[in-house]
């Protein structure tokens, strides 16, 4: 059976999922897959999730990997209470705001914030964290997960500073618990 390829873009159209709609009501199937990631979970997808529900039609998740559980479960933070925060900003001064916030939020809350950065931008905001976070918060950056290059380091924000690290432009979740 022929099998016909779909790209979904991060802000799926209506129109984009029409097709895929359309496929699953004539009873066939449709896999939904991230090129590095997990579909709908800090990827697209959502979109298309959405459409199947609203039209009545059955949607089966497959386990697979996920960055952003992988580097929870690899970290050693607190695992029984989380967020994703996705992207902080771009904008210095509210990155810079939202990163204490994380913090707070971390230390009142006992729970591990996790977000994710574009790769070239990744030592800018781990300047920003080093910068910005208390030394005794413990920080995680999980990165190249699954590849060989793989690097999953945690350790307080002290001793990050003393390494002077730079992850450069490789995938990166990052995570901080506050204690």
């Not at 529900?53 to 580097?71: E, K, N, T």
């Not at 771009?90 to 204490?100: F, G, N, P, Q, T």
């Not at 030394?135 to 003393?162: F, N």
Request: net charge neutral; proline share 7%; hydrophobic share 45%.
């Amino acid at each position: 059976m022929p099998c016909a390829i779909q790209e979904l873009d991060i802000s799926v159209l209506e129109a984009d999922v029409a097709r895929p709609i359309e496929t699953l009501r004539s009873n066939q199937s449709v896999g939904l897959l991230s090129e590095a990631g997990c579909p709908a979970i800090a990827d697209p997808g959502a979109g298309l999730v959405e459409a199947a529900h609203a039209a009545g039609i059955r949607v089966v998740p497959l386990v697979g990997p996920s960055s952003i559980i992988l580097a929870l479960m690899a970290s050693g933070l607190e695992g029984q209470r989380f967020a994703f925060c996705g992207y902080l900003p771009r904008e210095a001064a509210a990155r810079d705001r939202r990163i204490r916030e994380l913090e707070a939020r971390s230390r009142r809350e006992r729970e591990t914030e996790i977000f994710i950065e574009t790769p070239y931008r990744n030592d800018v905001l781990l300047a920003a964290l080093l910068d910005r976070l208390s030394e005794k918060t413990l920080l995680c950056a999980a990165t190249d997960l699954t590849l060989p290059t793989e690097s999953i380091r945690t350790k307080p924000v002290s001793a990050w500073r003393r390494s002077k690290p730079a992850i450069g432009k490789r995938p990166t979740v990052f995570l901080l618990l506050s204690g």
